[in-house]
């Protein structure tokens, strides 16, 4: 079991699945679009396999078989763009009727969903492409079109699918002019974007649709869990070797754009500073001069194709800022493609000075071991906690009065390391409970009873920390260690392995792969970081929102849960509610930290968002208001570092050290400083957080 988790821990981050496979070179005949022996087989391993290993023990019958269905739908037509609900009705036969297809292993049903879907994509593009050429769009019209119908009904009729499909090409063609496109360049960006969309949907074959269909069985149950077709299998075992290749960006599909998932740490986008998790990618191009490809619509793996390329050459990306609305022009944004190296991941320390005293700031970006290196018998091999207990040394060498880790963004990695690394901080014991499929339960204890640092303590998160950093900031938190200062986390508790399919069949036919949930994280007090996360003892103003994010957002993940709390012994019990008052003191009034706050409220806003004016003027003007505020609070917040101001947002500032490419505005200190007036507030209150040895 362990091996297991070291080994998920250590990759989950960097997996990428979609609902559409990589496109064929000819297109596929739609009289080949059946099933055939090989899935059938599949199908009902899968569900062999399911029903044995997968955490969460559901029956498949008719409740599920109507979740499939609806799952299946959302992953052929997200936006409900293509179907009518008279097609809908049509399908309600299958409602009840899916289980026994999987069990039965009779997938006839998926495939006719298909075809018919494949026939309605064909009928929308075509009239997309007519009112293309027909270009009567009034732009003077006070109108509004909704972008965002996941939660929209379907449309009742033909009629209402012709008038969504004719907002949808008046706000395309807006978009583009409100960009600076010249009409010939419109109609030839959104020509090609439909026929490529088309000419995508027809190289849809078998194992495509197969696929899509299992997934949706596979989702229905919890959003970790999904089967690899033996085509995708092979890419993502190439996709595993060069993952540390390319511009360090993991990408999910979400409707028809191409969305940033995480910015690898050290990597070529984290350095550039210009791509942000929620940013989305509309356009690819290679090189300085290679023509803008626009991939609204692509697969995911084309995407990936498109963007991956060879060390130290460049891609172009257009891009539409998380930050910037649906409705904005995209931004074009150049990266230099790399490789990352351990040492671009590697923890880092600085010192703040906050309140008269000195903190030491360990910023952790990932949980990384070189487990080739140990392998190979390596004394010198690189990990998170060797890093971090040099960096302490060091530290303490600066008489430091208190220590903040900043695990802000850190996905995770080796559990080894999240286990090691607390016991940096704690003389010995458990650290995180793992309760697997059976209900047996492993606990990872720290054993080493060396104390490396017992000095105040801080752990500095947001939203963005999930697994192993929830592991850490939990047993740190359960221990009553250090203070947990921040966002609440991601929320993912679970774990994940591999299952090679072809093991459960007869013959020598690769039936490709099953990633399976099979365990759940749980701390030491009984509770799970699952779904809530890890809830920081005081939080910052900017946690506003987080509610929506992470594994909270997600369709079908596996509740909260509580076991048994594991035998340990608490180091200390903080008193907030006088350090919780000063801080909401001083945020109050701190500039910084409006600008943080402001901002992040117009994000949420901006998300909460699901239709856009299709008035030109007024969608104008809305663009315009939003650049000028989030110009006028970038340049209140460079004036307080001593920063030119801006002309206008994405300019560059010629006098920038290197030490502030990616953080120009200083946010990431914002976040540091004030973690270490929290901590300097607990020094004061004579109550230093140490752990006593037993």
């Not at 943080?596 to 901006?606: C, F, G, S, T, Y």
Request: proline share 4%; with cysteine.
């Amino acid at each position: 079991m362990k091996k297991v988790l070291i080994h998920w821990l250590s990759v989950c981050c960097l997996l990428v699945f979609s609902s559409a496979a990589p496109a064929v070179v000819k297109e596929v005949s739609p009289d080949t679009l059946v099933p055939d022996s090989v899935q059938r087989q599949t199908a009902l391993i899968v569900n062999r396999v399911l029903k044995k290993y997968h955490y969460r023990k559901v029956v498949l019958d008719d409740a599920l078989s109507s979740r499939i269905l609806d799952r299946y739908l959302k992953a052929l037509d997200p936006n409900k763009s293509f179907f009518t609900q008279q097609d809908i009705n049509a399908f309600e036969k299958y409602r009840h009727r899916l289980d026994d297809a999987i069990a039965d292993g009779k997938l006839g049903p998926a495939f006719e969903i298909f075809r018919k879907y494949r026939q309605r994509v064909d009928q929308r593009l075509d009239l997309a492409l007519s009112l293309l050429e027909k270009n009567s769009f009034d732009f003077t019209r006070d109108e509004t079109y909704r972008f965002d119908r996941e939660d929209a009904p379907w449309a009742q009729d033909e009629a209402a699918i012709r008038e969504l499909w004719r907002k949808r090409m008046k706000n395309d063609i807006l978009g583009l002019r409100l960009a600076g496109k010249d009409e010939k360049k419109i109609r030839e960006t959104l020509e090609k974007r439909y026929k490529t969309l088309r000419r995508r949907i027809h190289q849809w074959d078998a194992d495509d649709v197969f696929q899509t269909f299992i997934n949706a069985y596979t989702l229905s149950i919890e959003p970790h869990t999904a089967y690899m077709s033996p085509e995708r299998s092979e890419n993502f075992d190439i996709s595993m070797r060069l993952s540390l290749q390319g511009i360090g960006a993991v990408l999910r599909s979400e409707d028809e754009y191409t969305t940033i998932q995480k910015v690898v740490p050290g990597g070529p986008a984290d350095k550039s500073g210009q791509l942000h998790i929620g940013d989305r990618i509309v356009g690819v191009a290679q090189g300085r001069d290679g023509e803008m490809e626009d991939i609204v619509g692509w697969p995911l793996q084309d995407v990936v194709e498109k963007i991956r390329g060879k060390k130290d050459t460049i891609v172009r990306l257009n891009v539409l800022p998380k930050a910037a609305g649906i409705g904005a022009p995209a931004k074009t944004i150049s990266i230099v493609r790399d490789k990352i190296k351990l040492e671009d991941q590697a923890a880092k320390s600085s010192i703040i000075e906050a309140d008269g005293m000195r903190f030491g700031v360990i910023d952790v970006p990932a949980f990384y071991r070189d487990f080739r290196g140990q392998a190979a018998g390596a004394k010198d091999f690189r990990s998170t906690t060797r890093d971090v207990r040099k960096l302490i040394a060091e530290l303490q060498k600066e008489k430091i009065d208190g220590i903040v880790v900043d695990l802000r963004n850190n996905g995770g990695g080796s559990l080894t390391e999240a286990t090691e690394l607390t016991g940096l901080f704690i003389p010995f014991g458990p650290v995180v409970q793992v309760k697997d499929s059976r209900g047996n339960i492993d606990v990872e204890r720290d054993t080493d009873p060396e104390e490396v640092y017992s000095g105040p303590l801080a752990v500095l998160v947001n939203r963005n920390s999930a697994s192993a950093s929830e592991i850490f900031s939990a047993a740190i938190q359960d221990y009553g260690r250090g203070l947990i200062v921040g966002e609440p986390t991601f929320g993912k508790g679970t774990v994940q392995s591999l299952v090679d399919l072809s093991r459960f069949a007869r013959g020598k036919n690769d039936l490709g792969r099953l990633r399976l949930t099979i365990a759940q994280f749980f701390r030491v007090q009984g509770g799970s970081t699952q779904h809530k996360g890890v809830i920081p003892d005081l939080l910052f103003p900017t946690a506003e929102g987080s509610g929506k994010h992470g594994e909270r957002s997600l369709d079908n993940a596996l509740p909260w849960a509580e076991i048994k709390p594991v035998k340990y012994r608490q180091l200390g019990h903080p008193e907030l509610s006088m350090l919780q008052r000063k801080h909401e003191q001083r945020v109050e009034h701190d500039p910084a930290f409006r600008f943080l706050v402001e901002q992040n409220r117009e994000i949420n806003k901006m998300q909460e968002k699901n239709e856009v004016s299709l008035l030109e003027s007024a969608r104008k003007k809305e663009w315009e208001q939003r650049e000028q505020r989030a110009l006028e609070r970038r340049n209140k917040l460079r004036a307080l570092r001593g920063l030119a101001p801006l002309a206008k947002l994405g300019e560059e500032d010629a006098d920038m050290d290197a030490d502030h490419e990616q953080d120009p505005e200083g946010i990431s200190r914002i976040m540091q400083e004030e973690t270490a007036k929290i901590l300097a507030d607990y020094i004061r209150q004579n109550q230093p957080i140490t752990a006593q040895a037993n």
